[in-house]
Nanobody, 116 residues
Framework: QVQLVESGGGLVQPGGSLRLSCAAS????????VGWYRQAPGKERELVAR???????DYTDSVKGRFTISRDNAKNTVYLQMNSLKPEDTAVYYC??????????WGQGTQVTVSS
């Protein structure tokens, strides 16, 4: 069973940066697409960014130009570089990989808090 483990969250001031990592226990090519989601208190989980096995990417409008998703196939890891962070980016960030059968694998989440 493939597992996904997120890391890199923390407390950062507005305007700061963080890089989240999503490490797969097996090959990253197990997944057709890997996405970063977030869930703020009292809100629904939303898709932030995703990257396909062919390296196509897309982003939710609120993070375009600030966040970048990328993958390192040799390390079986997907990253989310987050720049110009805002308080409204505060949330638990989750990594999700969709397998070729359509099954979704979720990580445990990492907290990102943007506050002065």
């Amino acid at each position: 069973q493939v597992q996904l483990v997120e890391s890199g969250g923390g407390l950062v001031q507005p305007g700061g940066s963080l890089r989240l990592s999503c490490a797969a226990s097996g090959s990253i090519f197990t997944f057709t697409v890997v996405g970063w989601y977030r869930q703020a208190p009292g809100k629904e989980r939303e898709l932030v960014a995703r990257i396909t096995s062919g390296d196509s990417t897309d982003y939710t409008d609120s993070v375009k130009g600030r966040f970048t998703i990328s993958r390192d196939n040799a390390k079986n890891t997907v990253y989310l570089q987050m720049n110009s962070l805002k308080p409204e980016d505060t949330a638990v960030y989750y990594c999700c990989g969709r397998g070729w059968t359509g099954f979704d694998y979720w990580g445990q989440g990492t907290q990102v808090t943007v506050s002065s």
